[in-house]
T-cell receptor, first 111, second 115 residues
Framework: LAKTTQPISMDSYEGQEVNITCSHN???????ITWYQQFPSQGPRFIIQ???TKVTNEVASLFIPADRKSSTLSLPRVSLSDTAVYYC????????????FGSGTKLNVKP | EAGVAQSPRYKIIEKRQSVAFWCNPI?????LYWYQQILGQGPKLLIQ????????DSQLPKDRFSAERLKGVDSTLKIQPAKLEDSAVYLC?????????????FGPGTRLTVL
């Protein structure tokens, strides 16, 4: 089971691009990388998932280098409403998937 | 599309009492998860169902926690007897399948306070 390491917290200002990096040195060949966002008093919400290179959707981009030992979630032009905890997970692709929610990164967006 | 429903939203009990939580996943989702989230920590997976079968309950404290998913749809999680350290938010999630590539959809959670 590939555990993940993320910064405990980050500060940013509205309008800036935010990059949150996650380390997963023991990632296996068939593992996917997934990011979730959690607001206070709510369950986590899926943001983006990828296997290698770059994935982009309407809210974020995910950059995964060739060795896949880390990944970076990029949030363009953050707003106050992006203040939340962001979790990086490594999930097995096939069959019985093991995964692990770490403590996450608390992003604080300031005006 | 309706999301994952959980009830109750809040529950306060005294230690050694029993409590049950209910979850109704998104229609058609085969996989159901129960998590425990202690304040300031990430969610901890307690049990994972595939339809009505358990595929992972390695982190479920089986001496006091139990869960079932009869008919492969709704699920209940029970704690009997509760301890002070069980105070947490209990999250239910569901996904179409299991494994990487399957997005989990979370319910709002049940906040349990054990006094």
């Amino acid at each position: 089971l590939a555990k993940t390491t993320q910064p405990i917290s980050m500060d940013s200002y509205e309008g800036q691009e935010v990059n949150i990096t996650c380390s997963h040195n023991n990632i296996a060949t068939n593992d996917y990388i997934t990011w979730y966002q959690q607001f206070p008093s709510q369950g986590p919400r899926f943001i983006i998932q990828g296997y290698k290179t770059k994935v982009t959707n309407e809210v974020a981009s995910l950059f995964i280098p060739a060795d896949r030992k880390s990944s970076t979630l990029s949030l363009p032009r953050v707003s106050l409403s992006d203040t939340a905890v962001y979790y990086c997970l490594v999930e097995e692709l096939y069959n019985f998937n093991k995964f692990y929610f770490g403590s996450g990164t608390k992003l604080n967006v300031k005006p | 599309e309706a999301g994952v429903a959980q009830s109750p939203r809040y529950k306060i009990i005294e230690k050694r009492q029993s409590v049950a939580f209910w979850c109704n996943p998104i229609s058609g989702h085969a996989t159901l998860y129960w998590y425990q989230q202690i304040l300031g920590q990430g969610p901890k997976l307690l049990i994972q169902f595939q339809n009505n079968g358990v595929v992972d309950d390695s982190q479920l404290p089986k001496d006091r926690f139990s869960a079932e998913r009869l008919k492969g749809v709704d699920s209940t999680l029970k704690i009997q007897p509760a301890k002070l350290e069980d105070s947490a938010v209990y999250l239910c999630a569901s996904s179409l399948g299991r494994g990487g590539g399957n997005e989990q959809f979370f319910g709002p959670g049940t906040r349990l306070t054990v006094l």
